[in-house]
């Protein structure tokens, strides 16, 4: 039988490589596309000899073009750090806008089902936790975090105008934290940042007092639901992410006893917009697709601090940016 045919944007990322992985897997036919702004070909390189898969080097943004038929859709190009989208907010706008109508236009002309990777910054800073797919978020849109929280609510709107006008088969995954090996160790969101400093012997960086909550999802879960949601007939935004809500301040406890470095805590300013809690409600994902995490945090740490400290030593100099190791994202 002939093997579906799937697009993956952003490939060479944390999140695509992943998913590049789980549809080898389920032996489809998988074309990775990315630009390399933020990501890394070594995430995918495993997988270059195999004849189902190949790469594309390419600028979303732009115009895309993929000869022959097409499947899914799977639209996850977007730098998605605070390091990342502050120090290239246009190419962040760009991607989350200008590259989702060029996949969009693709998954018309090829008939295919596209779904986008939005994110909790849906929500912003929100007033109330756990945020249900209902809740309309809370977004600075002028504030340093904006360039992304847009991008990625502009993104959930044209994705379901074609749903609505087009008749086009769409998915929407609300992504929250979510953690694993190939994230970068310096790309400034918080576990990565936190086992940073503990390898490197430095104090960990808490911003604000550390009551500020987090969710964190293992990334084989997350790619469990995506995988499922892709395959389910639902076009409303679903949240996936794991319920388990912890402090930074916990958090930040917890990597000390994991790493056992003998550093302390230090507390700095709270970024601007920084929200304050973050708990996704699964209620509808465990209905709709009977999903729900299985990789609790203790397990899925571990697996991860193991390949932070399989890094080279050079992985471990922090060239990206000194004053955001740590923005508790
Ligand atoms: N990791 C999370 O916790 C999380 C949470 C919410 C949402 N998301 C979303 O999931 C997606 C993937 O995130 P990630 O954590 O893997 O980030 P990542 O930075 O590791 O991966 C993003 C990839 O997209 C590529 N890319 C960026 N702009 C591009 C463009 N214009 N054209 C082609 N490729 C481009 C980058 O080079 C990179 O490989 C993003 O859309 C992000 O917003 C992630």
């Known amino acids: ?7 993956i944007t952003g490939a060479a990322g944390f999140l695509g490589s992943h998913l590049c992985d789980r549809f080898i ?3 489809y036919h998988v ?18 000899a195999l004849e189902n898969f190949e790469f594309a080097h390419h600028d979303v943004s732009k115009y895309v073009y993929v000869p022959g038929k097409l499947d899914y859709i799977l639209h996850f190009a977007s730098p998605a750090s605070p390091i990342d989208y502050l120090k290239i907010p246009i ?19 090829k008939n295919a089902r596209m779904i986008i990777a939005s994110t909790s910054e849906v929500y912003g800073d929100p007033n109330i936790n756990p945020q249900p797919e209902e809740y309309w978020g ?17 993104q959930e709107a044209i994705t379901m ?15 929250f934290n ?14 990565p940042a936190f086992i940073g400093q503990a390898l490197r012997g430095e104090d960990l960086t808490v911003f604000g007092d550390g009551s500020q909550t987090r969710s964190f999802c293992y990334v084989d879960d997350l790619v469990e639901g995506i995988y499922r949601l892709l395959l389910s007939d639902y076009a409303q935004p679903v949240n996936i992410g794991n319920p388990d809500e912890i402090t930074i ?27 304050k809690q973050r708990q996704p409600d699964i209620t509808k994902a465990r209905a709709l697709l009977g999903w729900e995490p299985k990789v609790d945090r203790a397990e899925g740490l571990k697996i991860t601090y193991e390949y932070f400290k399989s890094l080279p030593a050079e992985a471990l100099v922090n060239k990206e940016h000194k004053d955001f190791t740590t923005y508790n994202r």
Not at 178 to 189: F, V
């Open 1 to 7: 039988m002939e093997r579906k045919r799937v697009l």
């Open 25 to 27: 897997k389920e032996d």
């Open 31 to 48: 074309i990775a596309m990315d630009n390399l702004i933020t990501g890394d070909l070594q995430n995918i390189e495993h997988l270059f």
């Open 91 to 109: 190419q962040t706008l760009k991607v989350g806008s200008l590259g989702t109508h060029n996949l969009l236009g693709l998954a018309k002309n």
């Open 138 to 154: 809370n977004v600075n849109p002028v504030g340093p975090r904006g360039v992304y929280d847009e991008a990625k609510r502009f």
């Open 161 to 175: 105008a074609y749903h609505t006008f087009h008749g086009l088969e769409t998915r929407i995954v609300r992504i």
């Open 178 to 191: 979510t953690y694993g090996p190939r994230m970068r160790l310096n790309d400034g969101r918080v576990l």
């Open 249 to 275: 301040g916990q958090f930040a406890e917890e990597i000390i006893k994991l790493t056992g470095t003998t550093q302390k805590v230090i507390y700095k300013e709270l970024p601007v917009d920084d929200p």
